[in-house]
């Protein structure tokens, strides 16, 4: 019986480690890249490509947002930023609708963090996500919205997310009141029809400034909810470590710069996942050759 409760402790701690090894390692091959540069520059022994050379969020903390910013709502009709603003605080976030992973992955972390957290959005803060793509529409914000609040499983507080589209002027006074850096780049086709950018999600306080950055994909529940708390008291947090990673990779072969955003991180959620189903399969293996053996022992001993 010691036998068996040590190997499935062994083996939890494995899984435990393996799993944060997923969580810290994954993010080494998918995030980010700096605004608005199109040119995709050369790589030059060790350094990293000019394009990524200013890729960064650049954390603004205090810094208030351009409440008179209009956009389209996922109705259709004209909004300001700081329609949602003034009596309680704001999750934002910068993505765009056809991105082909990082975007999801981002939404993914923030609506299962925020069905931990026990605060309404509606009623005691609200998700702002802004669109960085002009050519995102209406549509294609309510099809997201519908997914996410699906997926986040509280209908009754569809009011409290926003899904907002608009042009780039409108679009450019977000992303630079936020710190966030974007590219337009090539999708597979070869058309300049995706972005390598940042993966982040930001808290703004009731009257619209900056409170908190939260990097990555992976968000924690209790620090999501810590930091609404403060922003709807109008304090300021800290700033967080940038750690910056990426989602662009370098072809020498062609000399150019392509996207490689699901296959990298794909195989070494794979590899991640056969090493310990590996580990956890012959250590359950160890542990009934050991039960025999016991068994057998006792009836001989018997």
Not at 37 to 45: H, V
Not at 128 to 141: F, G, N, R
Not at 143 to 163: C, I, S
Request: glycine content about 10%.
């Amino acid at each position: 019986m010691r036998n068996w409760t040590t190997t499935r402790r062994n083996a939890g701690r494995a899984a435990s480690i393996a799993l944060t090894c997923a969580v810290l390692c994954t993010p080494l091959f998918a995030q980010v890249a700096g605004y608005g540069d199109k040119q995709t520059g050369e790589n030059s022994g060790d350094q990293l490509p000019q394009v990524l050379q200013r890729v960064g969020v650049t954390q603004k903390l205090n810094q208030p947002l351009p409440l008179d910013a209009e956009f389209l709502d996922e109705t259709g009709k004209t909004v300001k930023l700081g329609d949602y603003f003034g009596k309680r605080p704001a999750i934002v976030t910068l993505v765009y609708f056809n991105c082909p992973m990082l975007c999801s992955e981002e939404m993914d972390g923030l609506s299962s963090a925020l069905e931990m957290v026990k605060l309404t959005p509606g009623k005691d803060f609200d998700v702002i996500v802004v669109s960085i793509d002009p050519s995102d529409t209406p549509e294609m914000a309510a099809k997201k919205k519908a997914f996410y609040l699906k997926r986040y499983g509280r209908p009754e507080t569809a009011a409290g997310w926003h899904y907002l589209t608009g042009q780039r002027p409108s679009i450019d006074q977000v992303t630079d009141a936020v710190g966030f850096g974007y590219v337009r780049v090539p999708g597979p086709d070869g058309k300049l029809t995706q972005f390598a950018h940042a993966s982040s999600i930001e808290i703004a306080t009731t009257d619209g400034k900056l409170a908190q950055y939260y990097l990555g994909v992976e968000y924690s529940p209790k620090d999501i909810m810590l930091g609404l708390i403060e922003a709807s008291d109008n304090k300021i947090g800290s700033p967080v470590a940038n750690i910056l990673t990426y989602c662009y990779h370098y072809d020498p072969h062609a000399n150019k710069h392509s996207l490689r955003i699901a296959r990298v991180v794909q195989l070494g959620g794979m590899v991640t996942m056969a090493g310990l189903g590996g580990f956890i399969f012959l250590m359950f293996r160890k542990d009934a050759k050991l039960g025999r053996d016991h068994d057998l022992t006792k009836k001989e001993n018997g």
